[in-house]
Each structure stands twice: as C-alpha cells, then as structure tokens.
Antibody, heavy 119, light 106 residues
Framework: EVQLVESGGGLIQPGGSLRLSCAAS????????LSWVRQAPGKGLEWVSVIYRGGDIHYADSVRGRFTISRDNSKNTLYLQMSSLRAEDTAVYYC?????????????WGQGTLVTVSS | EIVMTQSPATLSVSPGERATLSCRASQSVSSNLAWYQQKPGQAPRLIYG??TRATGIPARFSGSGSGTEFTLTISSLQSEDFAVYYC?????????FGQGTKVEIK
C-alpha cells in the first residue's frame, strides 16, 4: 500500500526558512514522479514543484528561486526546502505521486502539513 | 497559462439525486483532465484521470468531455459524496486546478 507522510510544517516568520519532508512507503521515490501541491486556507489547489524519476526538476513561477525540491533515495524521502517565506506561502503542503505514466495528475496524496508564515 | 473555471461554485443536491459538475478550460486541453474529491480536513482523492475512473471509485461517478468542456456526473448521490470537487488540466504547462465545486446536502 502506498503511503506518503509529510512533516516539518509549523509557524515561521516572514523571510524565514523551513524544510518539509515526505516519507514514502509502498513506492520508491527514485522510480516515481513526485510533486508538492499546496492549498491556502479555504482556497483551491496550486501545484508547486516536481522531481522526475530521472532527477529533472521544475517549479511554479510563484516559488522559483525560493523553494528547492530534492529527495534522499536512501531514506526514500522527498523534501521541499523553503526560504524567503512570505505570508502568501501559508498553506497545507501535500506531496503527491504522479500517475505511473508520468502524466501530471496525481493518484496518491499525503495527508499534508500546514505551514503558517506570520509574525 | 490555462485558466480552469468550475461551475457552479456550490451545488445543493438531495441524496439519491443526480449531480452534474462542469469544468471549462480557457483553451483546449484535449482529454487531459483529472477530477479530485476533497472532504474537510482530508487530502484530495483522485476520481478520474486519463479518462478512467481511479481505483476504488464507484461506477456512479462518470466523466465526459474533451477540448474545453468537461463534466463530472454523480448519478445518485450518496452521503459520502458530499465534498468539494476539483478539476485539473495536465495537457499544458503548468498543471492548473479549477477553484472547486462544493456539493452540499439540500
């Protein structure tokens, strides 16, 4: 059974940094396309970043230059390093597995971790 | 960027009735559209992707459409179907979601 478990969220001041983790089981992170998707409180879903099985990486314009996606194959874990955080980054952050074909829809999601950027 | 527009924002339906949710893309996305269900406090759950119902999704859910107009139909609403539904295009970069349709009990 595929499981994705996020952690690392919390309250952080504007301009600060935070690293989110997504521990995977039932799948191998290095063999899958994995994304981060976020959801501001009471709002819709916004794709943030992806890492391909081959290691290629892409970001949404709203986070490019501030966020870094990575993975640790030995720990089977996906990360999102967030820096220069802004109030508008406040959201629940989900890690999500792409379909097995690599298409950009998501067939498994973690439960999410809340990031609150506020002074 | 493609803009995804869902209608209505809220749909009030009685249990056992049919629900029809619409999703429109600002330009053609071919058939590359997914639907998700999200209940309060939970992560989204894939309902439809690649024109196919996801694993474990009951047959009362059906998706249709191509190009710019798409529909998700729930033939006979059950209590567990009351939720927010999102469409998402994955034909063009970046992947974009609609703003959601809340299906509530009438």
């Amino acid at each position: 059974e595929v499981q994705l478990v996020e952690s690392g969220g919390g309250l952080i001041q504007p301009g600060g940094s935070l690293r989110l983790s997504c521990a995977a089981s039932g799948l191998t992170v290095s063999s899958n396309y994995l994304s981060w998707v976020r959801q501001a409180p009471g709002k819709g879903l916004e794709w943030v970043s992806v890492i391909y099985r081959g290691g290629d990486i892409h970001y949404a314009d709203s986070v490019r230059g501030r966020f870094t996606i990575s993975r640790d194959n030995s720990k089977n874990t996906l990360y999102l390093q967030m820096s220069s955080l802004r109030a508008e980054d406040t959201a629940v952050y989900y890690c999500a597995k792409h379909s097995d074909s690599g298409s950009y829809y998501f067939d498994f999601w973690g439960q999410g971790t809340l990031v609150t950027v506020s002074s | 960027e493609i803009v995804m527009t869902q209608s209505p924002a809220t749909l009030s339906v009685s249990p056992g009735e049919r629900a029809t949710l619409s999703c429109r893309a600002s330009q053609s996305v071919s058939s590359n559209l997914a639907w998700y269900q999200q209940k309060p406090g939970q992560a989204p759950r894939l309902i439809y992707g690649a024109s196919t119902r996801a694993t474990g999704i009951p047959a009362r859910f059906s998706g249709s459409g191509s190009g710019t107009e798409f529909t998700l139909t729930i033939s006979s609403l059950q209590s567990e179907d009351f939720a927010v539904y999102y469409c998402q295009q994955y034909n063009n970069w970046p992947p974009k979601f609609g703003q959601g349709t809340k299906v509530e009990i009438k």
